[in-house]
């Protein structure tokens, strides 16, 4: 309701529809309670699967280095690799100029990846 009372001044429907979507999401995940969603039966996972406990722990990985990113930092490059946004939708979605957002995607995929890196270890 209150991105609602800003349309008319929209320039891009889609990067204000995604920012949109982005602090609703970001508000939802710092409200709910982390758990995993595991088959009911054996049965129900394919032979083929891999192991549930490797696939939990490399959830666990990306969770842990999304989360030492900061949100000044995450968002970008939630947006960007994510979502599929281009640099430009990034800036103005979050509000940015395009060299700030491309700066920001640039430091956010090079501290994800050394937080990454760092907790395969």
């Not at 549930?52 to 842990?64: M, S």
């Not at 990113?69 to 946004?85: C, V």
């Not at 957002?101 to 937080?115: C, G, L, P, V, W």
Request: hydrophobic share 45%.
């Amino acid at each position: 309701m209150q991105a609602r009372r800003r349309l008319p001044e929209v320039r891009n429907p889609r990067a204000w529809l995604y920012r949109v979507a982005t602090n609703a999401a970001l508000n939802a995940l710092r409200r709910r309670r982390r758990f995993a969603w595991l088959p009911w039966r054996a049965s129900d996972v394919p032979h083929h699967a891999p192991d549930v406990a490797d696939q939990v722990a490399g959830h666990h990985e990306l969770e842990a280095a999304l989360g030492s990113l900061a949100p000044a930092y995450r968002a970008p490059l939630l947006l960007y690799a994510q979502f599929g946004l281009s640099p430009a939708e990034v800036a103005e979605a979050l509000g940015l100029s395009l060299a700030a957002a491309r700066k920001r995607i640039y430091r956010a995929t090079e501290m994800f990846r050394r937080a990454y890196e760092g907790g395969a270890r």
